[in-house]
Structures are given as structure tokens and as C-alpha cells.
């Protein structure tokens, strides 16, 4: 931890004690307040205020959006989704619409992204099921088409998988003859649409598992405990630098 954190292990510990002295004074202060003075509202717990204090984490409802109330239902369902659902729903799509298309060469979009999603859970129960069937048929040496999610079992992969297909970019060749008119296919810009989603599929991960060791953390019971998440929370941060660094190379 001292290395990681490039602090020398006492000096972390110091820390760690004038945090907890600073906290017990001000719990202190809150039982016995001077006469006069107005009531404070407690904390949910004084681990909660160290390790806000220490890290100096954001807020955890960073994420709402403003007027979500006013918004229409459909909107507000929306709004509740999080953002890593959209990108779990994008990484789908393209598997399902663009599995055997080639993305560089000698590697087809699903050995891409199947690849890259290793060692990501999937937070969306569908999307997850989705993604392990394909993972699984593949392991078997069998590539599955569209076909075999619109016709699966479950009532729920199928509607996915009927919605994920549709087509709603490429114009047809009798519009580009009759109005002149060129816009990108999805397949032209496939690689790089491929590479971008799981760029922030990547991105969003790591700032759910950032949110998960911050919320470890505050109820952490020792100081064992606290430096062994810090520990973890140095190295989410490196990666959470790294996918920084390769959006600047990213034309969005």
C-alpha cells in the first residue's frame, strides 16, 4: 500500500489517526454541544465521513439528472437507467448484427468483443444471458446467428433480440440513387464503432467498481480493511486514467 500510494506506511497510518482524532472530537462536540448552539445533524456513521474526508469522493448522486421529476414516465425510466446499460445494450447489438464481420485482420467482430468483455459482468440480466449463450455456443465451435435468439426459449432474449436487430441507419441504394445523397453504413465504421463502445463499456465498469470500493470503504472496520480497498481503489484509479488517455485518441 505504502508503494502504491508513494507515502512511507507510518506516514499513511498518521493520516489515518488524525482523521479519527478530528472525527471523535467532532462526535464529541455533537453529544455534548455548547449551550446555545443548534442541533447538528449526525452522520450515517463516522467510517462514512472518513473515508469521504480522505479520498475526497464525489457524491454518490452525481448521476441524477436535473428535472427528472417534471419528465414524462417513459422519460423517467429512462433517466433511471445507468449509463452502463446503454453501452452492455450497444456491445449486444453489434455482436448480434455484426458477429462474423471482420474488424481487423484475421479477427471477426464476435472474437473481438468477446475478448474484450473477458472479464467484465454484465450488469443487465438479458444482455448478460445474451452474451453468455453466444460465449458458450462459441466455445463449442459454433457462431450463432440472429436466428437462434429470436427463436430461444426465453421470452425475454427473444424481444431483445428482435429489437436489437432491426436496422435503423443504412439507407437503401434506391434513396442514394434518387436523392444523390451518401451516408456512412454502420459496416464502414464498424471497427472503430466497436472499439469506441467497449471503450466506454470499459469505462463504465470501472466507475461502477469505484463506486462499490467507495462504498466498502465507509464500512470498512479496520485499518487493515481500509488499506487493503485503498490498495484496490489505486489500482481502479491507473485504469480509470488509462481508458482517459485512449479516449484522446478517440474521435467522438
Not at 448484427?97 to 472474437?111: F, H, I, K, M, S
Amino acid at each position: 500500500t505504502s508503494e502504491l500510494l508513494e507515502v512511507k506506511e507510518d506516514t499513511l497510518i498518521g493520516m489515518i489517526n488524525s482523521i479519527r482524532l478530528k472525527k471523535a472530537r467532532e462526535e464529541e462536540k455533537k453529544r455534548h454541544p455548547p449551550p446555545g448552539s443548534p442541533p447538528e445533524a449526525t452522520a450515517g456513521g463516522s467510517n462514512a465521513d472518513f473515508a469521504k474526508e480522505l479520498l475526497d469522493l464525489p457524491d454518490e448522486r452525481r448521476g441524477q439528472r436535473p428535472g427528472a421529476g417534471e419528465a414524462s414516465a417513459e422519460k423517467r425510466e429512462a433517466a433511471a437507467l445507468p449509463p452502463i446499460y446503454y453501452q452492455e445494450q450497444e456491445t449486444v447489438r453489434l455482436l448480434l448484427n455484426y458477429a462474423r464481420e471482420e474488424v481487423d485482420e484475421g479477427t471477426l467482430l464476435w472474437q473481438y468483443i468477446l475478448a474484450e468483455t473477458d472479464e467484465i459482468a454484465f450488469q443487465t440480466p438479458a444482455y448478460r444471458t445474451i452474451l453468455d449463450l453466444f460465449r458458450r455456443e462459441a466455445d463449442q465451435g459454433r457462431v450463432p446467428g440472429a436466428d437462434f435468439f429470436i427463436r430461444h426459449e426465453d421470452a425475454a432474449i427473444q424481444r431483445e433480440a428482435v429489437n436489437l436487430i432491426a436496422d435503423k441507419y443504412e439507407l437503401s441504394d434506391q434513396w442514394r440513387d434518387k436523392f444523390g445523397i451518401f451516408v456512412p453504413l454502420e459496416m464502414d465504421k464498424l471497427p472503430q464503432m466497436a472499439y469506441t463502445n467497449l471503450l466506454r463499456l470499459k469505462r463504465c465498469n470501472v466507475e461502477r467498481l469505484i463506486t462499490e470500493n467507495q462504498q466498502q470503504l465507509a464500512k470498512a472496520g479496520d485499518e487493515t480493511e481500509m488499506m487493503h480497498l485503498l490498495q484496490a481503489r489505486m489500482r481502479l484509479k491507473q485504469l480509470e486514467i488509462e481508458i482517459a488517455k485512449e479516449f484522446g485518441n478517440v474521435t467522438r
